[in-house]
């Protein structure tokens, strides 16, 4: 999880987004309200589509954003990201934004214990199986 979390606000432009994302070498980032509430997230898939720079983040962001509270099980996180074709997830403490977890920190975190494929099983023989 990325703990120092860059956010922006629903009146920043498009051109400023993609600013921080380029600058930060980030693919998300989540969009707050003065009081640091989480209004929507802005991902390079939401850039993908041909936008003026002078866009406010707030006509492009997606509102619905998934959040993960800091104690939840690893598990737990990549089942959500899966089951709702995500790859980026707010990480939160009593409502305050403390990370994001992506796609991305979760494969590192599979390569980081060695993940090891393991065989597979051995086909049964069944009765009628032609020799």
Do not use: C, W
């Not at 600058?23 to 009081?35: A, C, F, L, R, Y």
Request: net charge positive; glycine share 2%.
């Amino acid at each position: 999880m990325v703990r120092s979390v860059i956010t922006t606000m629903p009146h920043k432009t498009v051109g400023h987004a993609q600013s921080i994302m380029n600058k930060n070498k980030i693919k998300s980032v989540p969009v707050v309200d003065s009081d640091r509430q989480i209004k929507g997230i802005i991902t390079a898939t939401d850039l993908l589509d041909d936008h003026s720079e002078a866009t406010p983040v707030s006509k492009v962001m997606t509102t619905q954003v998934y959040t993960i509270p800091a104690y939840s099980n690893v598990n737990i996180a990549a089942r959500m990201m899966r089951n709702h074709n995500i790859n980026h997830l707010v990480v939160s403490d009593e409502q305050k934004i403390i990370g994001v977890l992506s796609a991305h920190d979760l494969l590192k975190l599979v390569e980081d214990h060695r993940f090891v494929m393991k065989n597979p099983s051995t086909p049964s023989k069944s009765k009628n199986s032609r020799e």
